[in-house]
Nanobody, 123 residues
Framework: QVPLVESGGGLVQAGGSLRLSCAASGRTFTNYGVGWFRQAPGKEREFVAAIRWSTGSTNYADSVKGRFTISRDNAKNTVFLQMNSLKPEDTAVYYC????????????????WGQGTQVTVSS
């Protein structure tokens, strides 16, 4: 098991920024990829970004490239999602997830999920 705890969601105006955090409780992300997904009401869960813990390699959805940055802090065993230039269409529940040796966009390949954190962007 890889218990994941997200934090950092909230309400922000369009054009603003938020930083989400995803921490692994009680273990490290070694050999894992960590991804962020989001789900808006009435829509399917979609991939946002992912990072390969061992190398720092990243992967982004086209819709967030240039606005969102995923990063990791080895000492804190935490993955961050810095979200800038937020738009109303970014409003969703954001989930972090972990997968052994995978940091792609297919949610089915992720084995562990956090509880989600709400991000709301007002226009």
């Amino acid at each position: 098991q890889v218990p994941l705890v997200e934090s950092g969601g909230g309400l922000v105006q369009a054009g603003g920024s938020l930083r989400l955090s995803c921490a692994a409780s009680g273990r490290t992300f070694t050999n894992y990829g960590v991804g962020w997904f989001r789900q808006a009401p009435g829509k399917e869960r979609e991939f946002v970004a992912a990072i390969r813990w061992s190398t720092g390699s990243t992967n982004y959805a086209d819709s967030v490239k240039g606005r969102f940055t995923i990063s990791r802090d080895n000492a804190k065993n935490t993955v961050f999602l810095q979200m800038n230039s937020l738009k109303p269409e970014d409003t969703a529940v954001y989930y972090c997830a972990a997968a052994m040796n995978y940091y792609g966009s297919n949610s089915r390949n992720y084995d562990y999920w956090g509880q989600g954190t709400q991000v709301t962007v007002s226009s």
